[in-house]
C-alpha cells in the first residue's frame, strides 16, 4: 500500500513540488516581508524557522485526506477488501507515505533555513530530536485528517474540515511571542498544543523562544490525539464495508 501512494509522485510531479515549495513561500515570505519579532529575544530567523517547521506539519493533509475519500467513491477500497490484507492496511500505507513525503518537506525546509542563516545550536542529537517531534506530530495530525476525511466521505467536503486546522495553525506561537500579544489571546496561544511543539523544537535546537519542559508535553497531546482518531479511523473503515 505504501509502494502504490509513492507511486502516484512519478504520476503527479505537480502536486510533490507544491507540496515541496509552499511552505518555502510561507519561510520567505514571513522571513522577510512580514517578520519583525515583536518581544523576540535574538535572531528571528532562529525564532521563526522552528516555528514554520511546527506549521508546516499541520498543513498539507488535505493530500491523503483527498486520495481517502477517492479510493471511497471509485470502488478502490471494495477491491482491496477482496485481497488478502490486513485491515486498515491501505490507511496504514497511506499514512506511511505521508511521513515520507513529511521527512522530504522538512529536509527541504532545513536546508533554506540554513541558507537564511539558521543554526541548530543543539547539535545534531537536537535537531534529530526535534524532528522527531515533528514528524510525531504529523503523524496525529494525520490520523486525526484520515478519520474526518472518512465521516466526510466526499472529496468536495475535504476542503471544508481542512479549514479547520488553520486556527491551530495561525494561533500559535510560530511567528511571534505571546508575550507580545493581548492577555487572553497569549493565554489561548500558549495553551494551543502546537505552540508546545514549537517550543519545545526551539528548545532541542537551542533557538529563541525555547522553553525546558515542553519537550513531555510535545510528546504526550499527540499521542493522546493517536490513542482516539486512530482506533476510530481503524473502526470506520471496517464499518464501511457493513
Request: charged share 15%; aromatic share 8%; proline share 6%.
Amino acid at each position: 500500500m505504501t509502494r502504490r501512494e509513492l507511486a502516484r509522485w512519478a504520476r503527479r510531479p505537480v502536486q510533490v513540488a507544491v507540496a515541496l515549495v509552499f511552505p518555502v513561500m510561507l519561510l520567505l515570505m514571513f522571513g522577510y516581508l512580514v517578520g519583525g519579532g515583536r518581544d523576540v529575544r535574538g535572531d528571528y530567523v532562529d525564532y521563526l524557522v522552528p516555528g514554520m517547521l511546527a506549521l508546516t506539519m499541520a498543513f498539507g493533509l488535505e493530500g491523503t485526506m483527498l486520495a481517502v475519500t477517492q479510493d471511497l467513491n471509485k470502488g478502490v477500497i471494495d477491491r482491496f477488501r477482496a485481497m488478502p490484507m490486513a485491515d486498515g492496511a491501505v490507511l496504514v500505507g497511506r499514512s506511511a507515505a505521508d511521513i515520507l513525503q513529511s521527512a522530504l518537506v522538512l529536509a527541504v525546509l532545513v536546508g533554506v533555513g540554513h541558507a537564511l542563516g539558521w543554526r541548530a545550536h543543539g547539535g545534531p542529537g537536537g535537531l534529530l530530536g526535534a524532528l522527531g517531534l515533528l514528524l510525531l506530530f504529523r503523524f496525529a495530525m494525520l490520523w486525526a485528517g484520515i478519520h474526518l476525511a472518512l465521516l466526510a466521505g466526499r472529496p468536495e467536503l475535504v476542503q471544508a474540515v481542512q479549514i479547520l486546522v488553520w486556527p491551530v495553525g495561525f494561533l500559535s506561537n510560530a511567528f511571534a511571542a505571546p508575550d507580545s500579544m493581548p492577555g487572553w489571546l497569549g493565554t489561548l496561544v500558549r495553551w494551543n498544543p502546537m505552540s508546545h511543539t514549537a517550543t519545545a523544537v526551539r528548545d532541542l535546537v537551542g533557538g529563541p523562544g525555547g522553553e525546558s519542559g515542553h519537550v513531555l508535553p510535545a510528546v504526550l497531546w499527540p499521542l493522546g490525539l493517536l490513542a482516539v482518531f486512530l482506533p476510530l479511523a481503524l473502526r470506520r473503515f471496517r464499518g464501511l464495508s457493513r
